[in-house]
């Protein structure tokens, strides 16, 4: 008799009890027919097929609930979204927190009588960011940028009213007002000592709902910042744009309060939601009290492996010690950690207006004013109120918004490469870093001057692109960015611009227009008040909002909405004048309107340029003619 193995079938495409079951009788008829023949539902070895294929249906749904779980497309389980979505560069939110807008009212006496009386700003107060205020619902919003009554500048005006007037008519009191943004959330203070350092130390805060960490600060003073990733060392911080920061930009501090530069940050710290959503702070693996160069082969101390170069050092290097550097940030060591992180977020925060009403702490920040002046009284005249009610307020993301939010995060990888990427990261630029208005981004060319022929072809040079921009003025009219902002817009875009892409920042051209049109009203119209409806339409369609760089006018498109307001019978002439130049007032750029219209469209220049109607009470001109 023969012992060869005999090869038997076996399938492996089987996925649920029935596919196994079968495939077990089938198995059991080929091999053992005249071992077992009993296949009725109550015998024995039924009995024992339908087991091992119950076992087997359940082996493979979980192998494919478990490969399930950790795709991000089909991920089902809430703490396996939370991971995959970080593995993807996507912090998930626990919490959305709710923001509006505050007004902050503060009363100065007035200084002089008649027209001469003016606020006396010596007793203007600077308040601290975080300052806290609430209403009978109890919810806490912080404010998140300082407040200075003092100035009045672009990014954040002051707004004058005349309070209190004496019986004989001189003004006593006036209010000023700054408006400030304020977000809604607790915060929590806790600390947490450290002894001997550890690689990658962590430190578990208790609460489930927490919204931001808002800073971290050691036993002796030094900030830990937080970063994206342990290996980025630099981070930005913003510099009061003021004459002891920087005596170049400083002039430019209306329009561009702060400037932006990049710090390098041994102390950094990264943080991370847990499957059972507490958040975990991370920090570096830098545990030596030695400097880098003085633990890791370097030029100084280690020989390049040539005859006349000898090791300088005395003693072998341990591979280990690259473990201990500040690569990767220090470790907390010795010292006590006071962590601040704000708790909250979710639809109770989405306050009414009006009901922001009570300030509950604030710090004043340092004044300039006389110290023999007292400002108990203007100090207990603080008020706040928020005109816009408080929104934005969520409560943690779903499992499939951050399945949606983590793929679009990943599909951005937080860098430009795109012109639109770049476009999108510039208006994404905080605002108190400046402000820039228009952004027009093209490749990089230059007139090709050899070809004598065709002199007016370009030469495309694929590793640049200019990036043509226009900022706003104290007045809010276009102007090209000072030397300030464009400084600001270098440092923000460094971090974003790929490697082999370079920027050249320039400024559009301005080109001042007018307008001028005559109408015919229909009858029994009052010509009056059909004309400022045209004036009212044009200034709408013509605002500087809806102007872009390089952006055409459809004088036609024009025409056929005025003709559509009410008491419009029809629209007679339309022109567009160049406006340049007049007392000083205008741009210096001349531009030949009539020669640019194409089949009632006005074209831009070759060069990026844009329209603007820069005095909209007065470069639009109408007349009305009678029927």
């Not at 010795?334 to 207006?353: K, P």
């Not at 208005?437 to 060319?445: E, L």
Request: charged residues 20%.
């Amino acid at each position: 008799m023969s012992n060869k193995l005999v090869k038997k079938d076996v399938r492996y495409l089987n996925k649920d009890f029935a596919q196994f079951r079968q495939n077990l009788i089938n198995f059991a008829k080929n091999y053992y027919p005249n071992t077992y023949q009993d296949f009725n539902e109550s015998s024995p070895g039924m009995m024992f097929m339908e087991m091992a294929a119950y076992v087997g249906d359940v082996l493979s749904y979980y192998t494919d609930q478990s490969y399930r779980e950790t795709l991000l497309s089909s991920v089902q389980e809430e703490g396996n979204a939370l991971q995959l979505a970080q593995l993807f560069g996507y912090s998930p939110k626990l919490g959305t927190p709710a923001n509006t807008k505050l007004d902050v009212y503060q009363l100065v006496p007035a200084i002089g009588t008649g027209d001469d009386a003016r606020p006396d700003y010596r007793y203007a107060l600077s308040i601290d960011s975080e300052m806290i205020v609430t209403g009978d619902h109890g919810i806490e919003f912080r404010t998140i940028d300082p407040i200075d009554f003092s100035e009045d500048t672009l990014f954040q005006p002051t707004d004058i009213s005349v309070y209190e007037i004496d019986t004989s008519g001189n003004v006593q009191f006036y209010l000023l007002r700054k408006q400030v943004t304020a977000v809604s959330g607790q915060i929590i203070e806790s600390e947490y000592p450290f002894g001997d350092p550890k690689p990658y130390d962590k430190i578990v805060l208790p609460e489930e709902n927490i919204l931001e960490i808002v800073d971290i600060v050691d036993s002796n003073g030094n900030k830990w910042n937080e970063v994206d990733y342990l290996a980025q060392d630099t981070i930005m911080e913003d510099v009061a744009n003021i004459p002891f920061n920087d005596p170049d930009t400083s002039q430019f501090r209306s329009t561009v309060p702060y400037i932006l530069k990049l710090k390098r940050t041994p102390r950094r710290f990264v943080t991370r939601l847990r499957d059972d959503g507490l958040t975990e702070i991370q920090f570096g693996s830098g545990i030596s009290s030695d400097a880098d160069e003085e633990i890791i082969p370097n030029p100084t101390n280690v020989g390049a492996g040539l005859d006349y170069l000898a090791r300088t050092t005395n003693s072998n290097v341990d591979p280990t010690n690259f473990l201990y550097t500040s690569t990767y940030g220090l470790a907390p060591q010795n010292i006590t950690l006071t962590v601040r992180y704000t708790i909250g977020g979710s639809v109770a925060d989405n306050v009414g207006i009006n009901t922001l009403v009570t300030i509950v702490e604030r710090n004043l920040g340092e004044s300039l004013v006389d110290p023999s002046i007292n400002l108990s009284d203007t100090e207990a005249s603080l008020a706040v109120n928020n005109p816009l009610p408080g929104i934005g307020g969520r409560s943690k993301e779903t499992v499939e918004d951050i399945r949606q939010s983590a793929m679009a995060s990943f599909a951005a990888q937080n860098r430009c490469v795109t012109r639109e990427d770049y476009l999108a990261r510039i208006y994404a630029m905080p605002g108190k870093f400046g402000s820039v208005a228009k952004a027009y981004i093209i490749g990089d060319s230059q007139i090709d001057t050899t070809d004598k022929e065709y002199p007016r072809d370009r030469i495309q040079n694929p590793l640049a692109l200019n990036l043509y921009t226009l900022g706003y003025d104290t007045n809010g009219n276009l102007s090209p960015l000072n030397e300030a902002l464009k400084q600001n817009l270098r440092t923000y875009l460094s971090q974003f611009r790929l490697l082999t892409d370079a920027i050249n920042i320039k400024s559009a051209f301005i080109v001042n227009i007018g307008i001028e049109f005559e109408v015919i009203p229909r009858p029994n119209e009052n010509s009056n008040e059909v004309l400022l409806r045209c004036v009212g339409r044009l200034k709408e369609m013509f605002s500087i909002d809806r102007m872009q760089i390089n952006g055409p006018i459809n004088i036609s498109q024009i025409t056929s909405q005025l003709d559509l307001l009410d008491g419009v019978q029809s629209v007679t002439d339309f022109k567009i004048v160049n406006k340049t130049n007049v007392h000083g007032n205008y741009s210096e750029n001349s531009y030949d309107i009539q020669g640019a219209i194409r089949h009632n469209i006005l074209y831009p220049s070759l060069d990026p340029c844009i329209f603007e109607v820069k005095f909209p009470s007065l470069d639009i001109k109408g007349k009305i003619l009678k029927p």
